[in-house]
C-alpha cells in the first residue's frame, strides 16, 4: 500500500506548510521563466524605445541617419533588454564568420602561453575571435579539433601540427579557409610555416658548450618523429662534426618527455666510466628534469637546454638556454593569415625565425675532469 502525504486542497500546502506546485505548471514555469527565456531581438527593441525596425538596425550596425535623442532611447531600450546582435546573418551577407581556430600541442605547455596571446591579439585587432583547443600531441585529435572548427566556419586556423599528413585539410583550404602552420610544418601539403631555427639554434648552443672545453655532451630531446625535435638533433650532431667529436651512441636519449624518461637518461649519461661533462636539453620540459637531475649530481656539470623558462635566472647558477620567441611565432602566422584571408598572398612561404643565445652561468661551467 503507497502512503500518500496529505494535501491542504484549499491552500494547495502539505502538512509541512509547503506549497504544493502540479509538475505541469513547473514545467510551463521553466519554458517561459525569466531565467531561460528567449533572447530578445531588434522587434522587442524598436517595441520599447517606440521607433521602427530599420532604425534599430541602423544603431545597432553603426550606420548613419539617426538623431542623437532617438539613438539614446535605443541604446537604453537595449541595454535594458540586455539585447545581443545575432550575427549569423551578417556571416552568411559577407561569407565570414570574424572567427579564427588556433590548434595546440599542450595548453597546459607555458611556451604556448605567449604564442596563443600573440595570435589573439592579431586576431583582436581585426576585429577576430579566436577558439583554440589542445591536440594532445595526437595526430587523429588534431585532426577532429581542426575540421570541427571548420564546421563552425572559422576563417581561418593557425596549427601547431601533431602529425605529419595534412592532406585532410586540402578541401577546407580550397574552399577558403586560410591556413598557416607554425613551430611545425605541414605534412603532404604546401602551406605557410613559420618556424624557429632550430637547427641553427641547436648548433649554436652545443658550440657553446664546445668553446668552453666540452667534448663528451650528452643531448636528450623530445620524440624523433617530432620536427623540432628531429632539427635539434641535427643541429648537436653538426656542432659535435665541426668540433672534430665523434658521438658516442649513448650520448644521445630521444623521447617522451615524462619526468622519468628523462631523469633515467640524464642518469646514465652521468654515470660509467667515461661520464658526459655537459648536457642540452632539447626543451623546456627536458630542461627542468634536467636541472632536477645536475642539483643532486655530486660534480658540476655544464648545461645549456632550449627554450627559456620561468625563474631560469634566479637558480644557481642561471641556466644558459636557446630562446626562442614564441610571441613572435605567434604574431607572424597570425598576420600571415590575415594577410592570405585579404587577398595579399598566393605563393606558401617558409618563415624561419632567429634564436638567441642567453648566457647565464650553467653553459659557461668548464669540464670537472
Not at 119 to 146: K, T
Not at 159 to 180: C, F, N, Q, S, W
Not at 183 to 198: C, E, Q, T, W, Y
Request: hydrophobic share 40%; proline share 6%.
Amino acid at each position: 500500500m503507497v502512503r500518500r502525504t496529505p494535501v491542504n486542497e484549499t491552500r494547495g500546502r502539505d502538512r509541512t506548510g509547503r506549497r504544493i506546485v502540479p509538475e505541469t505548471a513547473r514545467r510551463t514555469d521553466r519554458l517561459s521563466g525569466s531565467r531561460y527565456g528567449n533572447r530578445p531581438t531588434m522587434k522587442d527593441v524598436a517595441a520599447r524605445a517606440g521607433v521602427g525596425l530599420k532604425t534599430v538596425s541602423r544603431v545597432v550596425n553603426g550606420e548613419p541617419g539617426v538623431t542623437p535623442e532617438t539613438e539614446r532611447r535605443v541604446q537604453e531600450a537595449i541595454d535594458a533588454l540586455g539585447f545581443r546582435r545575432n550575427d549569423s546573418a551578417r556571416v552568411l551577407r559577407k561569407g565570414r564568420t570574424a572567427s579564427i581556430g588556433l590548434v595546440l600541442e599542450d595548453l597546459a605547455d607555458p611556451f604556448y602561453g605567449p604564442l596563443s596571446r600573440a595570435v589573439e591579439e592579431v586576431a583582436r585587432a581585426h576585429g577576430a575571435l579566436l577558439i583554440n583547443g589542445s591536440s594532445a600531441e595526437d595526430p587523429d585529435r588534431e585532426q577532429e579539433l581542426a575540421l570541427a572548427l571548420c564546421a563552425r566556419r572559422v576563417d581561418g586556423l593557425v596549427v601547431i601540427p601533431a602529425g605529419d599528413d595534412h592532406r585532410y585539410l586540402e578541401p577546407e583550404i580550397k574552399a577558403g579557409v586560410a591556413t598557416v602552420f607554425v613551430d611545425r610544418p605541414a605534412g603532404k601539403i604546401d602551406a605557410d610555416v613559420v618556424l624557429s631555427d632550430n637547427f641553427g639554434g641547436a648548433r649554436d648552443g652545443v658550440a657553446h658548450l664546445i668553446a668552453h672545453g666540452h667534448r663528451r655532451i650528452g643531448f636528450i630531446g623530445d620524440m624523433p618523429r617530432i620536427h623540432t625535435a628531429a632539427e635539434r638533433l641535427r643541429g648537436y650532431r653538426a656542432a659535435m662534426e665541426d668540433a672534430g667529436t665523434e658521438v658516442a651512441g649513448s650520448w644521445m636519449s630521444l623521447g617522451v618527455t615524462d619526468p622519468q624518461r628523462v631523469r633515467r637518461a640524464a642518469e646514465e649519461m652521468l654515470s660509467g666510466p667515461e661520464p658526459v661533462t655537459a648536457i642540452f636539453a632539447g626543451n623546456n620540459r627536458v630542461t627542468v628534469t634536467a636541472v632536477r637531475v645536475l642539483a643532486e649530481h655530486d660534480r658540476p656539470v655544464a648545461f645549456v637546454g632550449f627554450d627559456d623558462f620561468e625563474l631560469a635566472d634566479l637558480l644557481q647558477p642561471g641556466v644558459t638556454v636557446v630562446a626562442q620567441d614564441a610571441a613572435a611565432l605567434g604574431r607572424t602566422a597570425a598576420e600571415r593569415l590575415f594577410r592570405q584571408l585579404d587577398g595579399d598572398l598566393v605563393t606558401p612561404e617558409r618563415i624561419e625565425l632567429p634564436t638567441r643565445l642567453i648566457t647565464r652561468g650553467s653553459g659557461e661551467l668548464p669540464p670537472a675532469d
